[in-house]
C-alpha cells in the first residue's frame, strides 16, 4: 500500500533554532500534503497544505512565517519551524493523497523544544 | 462551519464487550467519512471509510460503521472488543460546500482502553 515516511520521528532543540521536518511519499506522488499538529490528548489540528510548486495554503491562525512549508517535489515536502520557542513543541503529521480520496499518514514528528 | 464531533472522549470496556464510538458531522452537501485508529506510539492507520452507496461499512479488524445521513452520524461499531484495540479512534469528514473540500477534519479522538 501507499507509504508515507516523515523524518525525524523526534528532535530536541534549543529555544530560538530552526527544525526541518520531512514528509516523504514513497511508493506514488503526492501533489498535495497535508500538515497536522496534535497536541495531548487533542485531535489533529490541521496547519496547512502544501501544494507541489505552488505556495501553501495556511490556516487561519498559523503564522505562515514560523511554518514555512516547501513542496518542491511529488514526493518530498518539508516543514521548517522557525526561531522555535517551548509553546512550538507538539506532535507534526503530514499526511498526502495516495489516490483519488485516500490519505496516508505519516508516523509523526514529536518536536520537543527546551 | 464544517465541524465533526465525537462526544466520547474516554471509553472503558472489557474483552469480549461491544462497542459504539459516536461521530457526528457538521457539513453542507456531499461529504466522506473516515474512522482512523491511532495504535500507542503509531501513526494513524485508516478504518474504514464511507463514500457512497451501502451505508453500512466494514472495515479492518471486525470494524463497521453506518452512516445516518438524517442523523448526520457515522458511529463505529465491533461486536466484540479485544485488548489488542486499545488506541485511539479519530473521526474525520472531507467534503461540503466550501473551496477547502478536499482536506479532512478531525473529529477530537475517543480514547478506547480495553481491560483484559
Known amino acids: 500500500g501507499a507509504v508515507v515516511s516523515q523524518h525525524p520521528s523526534r528532535v530536541i532543540c534549543k529555544s530560538g533554532t530552526s527544525v526541518k521536518i520531512e514528509c516523504r511519499s514513497l511508493?506514488?506522488?503526492?501533489?498535495?500534503m497535508f500538515w497536522y499538529r496534535q497536541f495531548p490528548k487533542q485531535s489533529l489540528m490541521l496547519m496547512a497544505t502544501?501544494?507541489?510548486?505552488?505556495?501553501?495554503?495556511?490556516e487561519q491562525g498559523v503564522e505562515k512565517d514560523k511554518f514555512l512549508i516547501n513542496h518542491a517535489s511529488l514526493t518530498l515536502s518539508t516543514l521548517t519551524v522557525t526561531s522555535a520557542h517551548p509553546e512550538d513543541s507538539s506532535f507534526y503529521i503530514c499526511?498526502?493523497?495516495?489516490?483519488?480520496?485516500?490519505?496516508?499518514f505519516g508516523s509523526g514528528t514529536r518536536l520537543t523544544v527546551v | 462551519a464544517q465541524s465533526v464531533s465525537q462526544h466520547n472522549h474516554h471509553v472503558i470496556l472489557s474483552e469480549a464487550a461491544s462497542l459504539e464510538l459516536g461521530c457526528n458531522y457538521s457539513?453542507?452537501?456531499?461529504?466522506?467519512l473516515f474512522w482512523y485508529v491511532q495504535y500507542p506510539g503509531q501513526h494513524l492507520q485508516l478504518l474504514l471509510k464511507?463514500?457512497?452507496?451501502?451505508?453500512l461499512v466494514k472495515g479492518i479488524k471486525g470494524f463497521e460503521a453506518e452512516f445516518i445521513k438524517s442523523k448526520f452520524s457515522f458511529n463505529l461499531r465491533k461486536p466484540s472488543v479485544q485488548w489488542s484495540d486499545t488506541a485511539e479512534y479519530f473521526c474525520?469528514?472531507?467534503?461540503?460546500?466550501?473551496?477547502?473540500?478536499?482536506?479532512?477534519?478531525f473529529g477530537s479522538g475517543t480514547q478506547l482502553t480495553v481491560l483484559p
Open positions: 474525520a469528514a472531507q467534503g461540503g460546500s466550501s473551496g477547502s473540500a478536499r482536506q479532512l477534519t
Open positions: 457539513y453542507g452537501g456531499t461529504v466522506n
Open positions: 502544501s501544494n507541489e510548486g505552488s505556495k501553501a495554503t495556511y
Open positions: 499526511s498526502a493523497r495516495d489516490g483519488f480520496y485516500g490519505y496516508t
Open positions: 464511507y463514500f457512497s452507496g451501502d451505508p
Open positions: 511508493d506514488f506522488q503526492a501533489t498535495t
